[in-house]
């Protein structure tokens, strides 16, 4: 941008310049200021054009670089969505703490999962499971020996699951008519929601590198 003004102020100075250059056509002859003038007004001529060029290059660069910005920002706001969603970086905001106490150890993987699904559609956007296991799209839930292992973590009541997203719908999505509050009280068991205006996600999935699967290039 700096070169480009430079460039703009230099055809202009020459454009002055050329005007000043005879500041008195006193006893001229007739011919001689024809050609001046001729020759001036095609000075005046090419230096416009090369204004009016470099003006034309500075909206084009001025338009690409916001052009630039803008594909930029998106592209940092869908990689901070995808680590979300992959479970590679901590999160905060509002969202719901619920604790699943099962003193009759009657409580499956497949009902913790089912609350989990509903969690997912209700617009949970980060979910862990006892402070400690980051739950996301590969996470298993397996209860071999009937003990809760979440990607092989064993975990024990209470259960606690935190998620983000809007608490007040989040909320509703496991106190509804048969979902998983009713779930667990049916199997003995109770479910406590607590909605908060912020909720943090420390845990983090660990991605492991794929085994087969390779990038294309292009």
Do not use: C, W
């Amino acid at each position: 941008m700096g070169l480009l003004l430079a460039m703009l102020g230099f055809a202009g100075a020459t454009q002055i310049r050329l005007t000043s250059r005879h500041d008195s056509f006193a006893g001229q002859p007739h011919d001689n200021l024809v050609a001046l003038l001729d020759s001036l007004s095609a000075a005046s001529d090419r230096a416009q054009l090369q204004i009016n060029q470099l003006q034309r290059t500075r909206t084009d660069l001025l338009t690409s670089s916001k052009r630039r910005t803008a594909a930029l920002t998106a592209a940092h706001q869908q990689l901070d969505a995808l680590r979300l969603l992959a479970g590679t970086v901590p999160a905060e905001g509002p969202g719901v703490t619920i604790a699943i106490t099962d003193p009759q150890h009657a409580v499956t993987a497949g009902s913790v999962l089912n609350g989990i699904e509903e969690l997912r559609d209700a617009g949970a956007e980060a979910i862990e499971i006892d402070t400690r296991v980051r739950v996301v799209a590969s996470t298993s839930f397996t209860e071999p020996a009937g003990v809760l292992l979440v990607d092989g973590v064993p975990v024990r009541s209470p259960y606690v699951i935190d998620a983000i997203g809007s608490s007040h719908t989040l909320g509703q999505a496991v106190v509804f008519p048969g979902g998983l509050s009713d779930q667990i009280r049916q199997l003995g068991g109770t479910v406590t929601v607590r909605e908060a205006d912020a909720v943090k996600v420390q845990s983090l999935h660990r991605v492991s590198p794929p085994e087969y699967a390779h990038p294309t290039g292009g």
